[in-house]
């Protein structure tokens, strides 16, 4: 399998291979417990701890990526990498070998070397990472093509942070030394903000500044949110005179180095009262509340319909709709808009349409058209329509003209629903060009995590950029209805192995969190069964496999339908995060933790009785196994926590997922 197509499987290659030289041993229980924690027995990817002065940052060696350059509490720069992209732009694996890390309190100094290849692609660089007293950090690389290849890109990759950044002034330096003064643009770019860059610096403290300077070639930056990544990127353009893609000959030279500087009032060492990053504390917002999304899944794309035993535990989450995607152009597009419609009925939900049109749209929904009407004359189409999503195939945009063919034939078969289009994949292709608010009832788009790396840690960074797609939305699509999907692991739903892993769950929670509070109408997540679903598939003998963890983090959310969502704070969202439903007989919380180690999440916003139920190790194959014990685990209101006294610190596993029912109402009600 090429690396273009199957990148998740390369890396976790990767740090196998690495994890095997240093004579890394695991016994069977630690391979379950990392199947269980995140879709594959491979420990987490190690991380050096280093500090340069006042900076600290995190080095994973297996993956070569400096990560998290934080300024006591202030993330500085998300993360410095070197990237090598084939042809198609896919991401070739690649092999750390020869660290040597050596490391003083304040200092430290790093050399590697790393081995890119495929068929195609041989290339080789030795990386050497500097971290001084001052808080200067040094990243470079010295690089060399093995064989001749087409690349997209070969080089570095530079991520600033959102939180930090967005909105905020920094200053451009140009190859030539000239300035310019700008701004990290507030809402997603549409287009590079900046370009033919030398350096950028921003202030990251009051009277400190941050410079980070590029050598070897030009640099430009790019907003990432736009494939809901939660960073702006600066990355390496092509030798001078080329254009991407191009060509390294063999024995080729690539040079670039990284330079990370403060300026101003630096302070000498570390600042006191650094944050420890195994204690988060969430905070609930007392004033802003409104009504949660409604919540689909998407239909399985075999098109068959579910058992009896899949329906009953479909049931049990109080979904609002099913998604089913019907291609016009294909043969089976009406069996499958059938069973859909069974399924959907059998459940109690509505159905999101979303079809897919050709050149032969006119034909293609006056069949629908004349085919629906037929259903619903029958009685085999009573599921009530939710929304009809029009999409023109191998076509980023669908024009105005299809959506009022769409609009045509829904009249026809007698279908009074919202009409609306957007794209199938990421926000990128809405931003740069926008459908007019006024032919559309609703827009739409998906949203993945892993468009540009695929490791757990990205992942989770990229939750809040969901949330950022539907702040800039608004900016020009005014009050239109949002529909967010599909919103899964990969691109395309495609498998994972962690959508079966408590890292699935948690990550689900998050987007919720982040879309919710970003205010989306709807959102439709994984597929029913499968496995890009949220439980396994029916086998050969009958009944289906066990749910998911991820199940039981929809069905929480099912069952506070109907109350009122509070905005949630947490002091350091990519290590835990949580959402605040309250209701007039309780107000429930649920919490996640992202991280691969133990934690304790702090609550000071509620206090007195409370029921916790948590899902971790210790009860997962419970809550995940045959009916009986994951229905009795289900039932279980929880553990009684009597805590008037004050306000609650929690306890979590590596990904566990918890739900804190109060027995009272939110405290400024």
């Known amino acids: 399998m090429s690396p273009t197509k ?23 229980a630690d391979a379950a417990k990392h199947i269980l924690y995140h879709g594959v027995d491979v420990p987490p990817v190690r991380r050096i701890h280093l500090r340069a002065g006042p900076l600290s940052m995190i080095f994973e060696p297996e993956l070569g990526y400096l990560r998290y350059i934080r300024l006591h509490r202030t993330e500085v720069l998300r993360g410095i990498y070197a990237a090598v992209r084939d042809r198609t732009w896919g991401t070739v694996p690649s092999k750390v070998s020869n660290l040597h890390v050596q490391q003083t309190d304040n200092t430290f100094r790093v050399r590697f070397d790393v081995t890119s290849g495929d068929d195609e692609i041989d290339f080789q660089w030795r990386g050497t990472i500097t971290g001084g007293e001052d808080g200067t950090v040094t990243f470079a690389m010295d690089g060399e093509a093995r064989s001749t290849f087409v690349t997209q890109r070969t080089g570095f990759c530079v991520l600033h942070p959102i939180a930090e950044c967005a909105g905020r002034p920094c200053t451009i330096e140009g190859p030539d030394g000239t300035t310019e003064e700008s701004v990290f643009p507030y809402h997603i770019a549409p287009r590079q903000p900046f370009t033919n860059i030398r350096a950028i610096r921003h202030e990251v403290a009051p009277s400190i500044m941050a410079q980070v300077r590029f050598d070897g070639v030009p640099f430009e930056t790019e907003d990432q949110r736009n494939w809901t990544d939660t960073s702006y990127k600066t990355y390496c353009l092509p030798p001078a005179a080329r254009r991407s893609p191009y060509k390294l000959a063999k024995g080729d030279k690539v040079r670039q180095t990284v330079t990370l500087c403060l300026q101003g009032a630096v302070p000498p060492t570390a600042p006191a009262g650094e944050a420890d990053p195994s204690q988060v504390t969430l905070r609930i917002d007392a004033e802003e509340f409104h009504p949660p999304p409604k919540i689909g899944l998407c239909y399985p794309l075999s098109g068959v319909r579910h058992s009896d035993a899949q329906i009953a535990r479909l049931k049990g989450l109080n979904l609002a709709h099913l998604r089913v995607d019907v291609d016009l152009q294909k043969a089976d597009w009406s069996a499958t808009l059938q069973n859909a419609a069974a399924d959907a009925e059998a459940l109690g939900v509505a159905l999101e349409l979303a079809l897919t049109v050709s050149d032969a749209a006119e034909a293609e929904l006056d069949a629908f058209a004349e085919n629906t009407e037929r259903l619903k004359k029958s009685g085999r189409l009573k599921a009530n329509v939710a929304r009809v999503l029009v999409f023109f195939k191998d076509k980023a945009r669908t024009d105005r003209r299809y959506i009022e063919l769409a609009r045509k034939a829904m009249d026809e078969a007698g279908l009074d629903t919202a009409i609306g289009t957007g794209v199938k994949n990421s926000f990128c292709e809405l931003n740069r060009r926008h459908p007019e608010p ?33 702040e800039s939305a608004r900016q020009f699509m005014a009050q239109t209805p949002i529909a967010v999907g599909p919103v899964t692991l990969r691109p395309g739903g495609a498998h994972d192995p962690r959508q079966a892993s408590l890292l699935g769950a948690a990550w689900t929670l998050g987007s919720i969190k982040y879309l919710a509070q970003a205010g989306a109408d709807s959102v439709t997540y994984h597929r029913t069964t499968g ?15 066990a749910v998911y963890p991820v199940y039981h983090v929809l069905a929480d959310i099912g069952e506070l339908v109907g109350g009122q969502l509070r905005k949630t704070h947490s002091s350091d969202p990519l290590v835990a995060d949580g959402i605040c439903i309250t209701r007039p007989e309780a107000t429930d919380v649920l919490l996640a933790n992202f991280t691969p180690r133990s934690i304790s999440v702090h609550l000071p916003d509620l206090t007195g009785p409370a029921l916790l139920r948590i899902l971790d190790e210790t009860n997962a194959s419970a809550a ?7 229905r009795k685990w289900r039932k279980h209101p929880g553990e009684q926590l009597d805590r008037s006294d004050g306000p609650i610190t929690l306890e979590l596993r590596p990904f566990a997922v918890a739900r804190i029912r109060y027995l009272r109402r939110f405290m400024s009600d």
């Not at 976790?12 to 030289?21: D, K, P």
């Not at 032919?439 to 892993?450: L, M, N």
């Not at 995940?624 to 994951?630: I, N």
Request: with cysteine.
């Open 6 to 28: 199957s990148p998740l499987i390369y890396i976790l290659l990767t740090v196998t291979a690495a994890c095997s030289q240093e004579g890394t041993t695991m016994t069977p």
């Open 624 to 630: 995940m196994g045959e009916p009986g014990k994951w």
């Open 531 to 545: 496995p890009g679903g949220v439980m396994g598939p029916r086998d050969a003998s009958g009944p289906p496999t």
């Open 438 to 470: 006024d032919w559309i009832d609703v827009v739409c788009w998906a949203a993945s995590p892993q468009h540009h790396a695929f490791d757990d840690e990205t992942i989770i960074e990229n939750l809040a950029a969901q949330g950022w797609t539907v």
